[in-house]
């Protein structure tokens, strides 16, 4: 299998976290998105999106999509709750990652970290927007170690791959103390570091 990614990037990140945590052995091929490498005619022959992560498949097939890799790869494993009502909350965490945390908290990161924008600079409506995804992060959380059920799911997986840099894009983790210590038990459970 191959990896397609940008190491810079949380999406990228989860899908070689999953990976790892799995046993499951990959070839990691880096892609700089800074530097145009996702639109080049092999990439987008492989995701005609021109994004980031692609993975390439054993059998030559390939998958995009962070969330979508990330769920083939975890298929049958401890990563996925057995119990339907679990995972169906596993896969709302995950859907609500890329609509309602990522476009905020990650984009603040990228605008902050990769651009060099000051953090007062801003749009206003998304560093309301990232407060709010970490709010909700934070209410999720109370007297839960983890997101779905006792254990590490995916839904920490790819939830967790942002928020352990909202401080890159100006969010202090300190005001949401149950997401800061979330994130430490994710990171050891997932052996990140």
């Given amino acids: ?37 996702s639109r080049t005619a092999d990439f987008l022959a492989m995701n005609p999106a021109g994004q980031v992560p692609v993975v390439l498949l054993d059998d030559g097939r390939a998958l995009a999509q962070s969330n979508a890799i990330i769920l083939h790869l975890a298929e049958g494993s401890p990563l996925i709750p057995a119990d339907a009502y679990d995972r169906a909350r596993m896969l709302e965490w995950m859907f609500w990652e890329q609509y309602s945390h990522e476009p905020y908290v990650a984009v603040a990161r990228f605008q902050v970290r990769y651009q060099g924008k000051p953090v007062e600079d801003l749009e206003p409506r998304l560093v309301e927007r990232g407060n709010a995804a970490l709010a909700r992060l934070e209410q999720g959380l109370q007297g839960s170690s983890f997101l779905v059920g006792d254990r590490v799911t995916l839904a920490d997986v790819a939830l967790v791959a942002y928020t352990r840099l909202a ?9 949401y103390p149950s997401v800061k210590a979330w994130v430490a038990r994710v990171e050891q459970a997932l052996n990140i570091r």
Avoid at 1 to 24: E, H, P, Q
Wanted: aromatic letters at 14%; one cysteine or more.
């Fill in 167 to 175: 401080h890159e894009g100006g969010f202090d983790l300190a005001a």
């Fill in 1 to 37: 299998m191959k990896i397609y990614g940008d190491s810079k990037s949380g999406n990228c990140l989860k899908v070689s976290w999953t990976a790892d945590f799995l046993g499951r052995p990959y070839d990691w091929i880096d892609v700089d998105i800074l530097q145009g490498e």
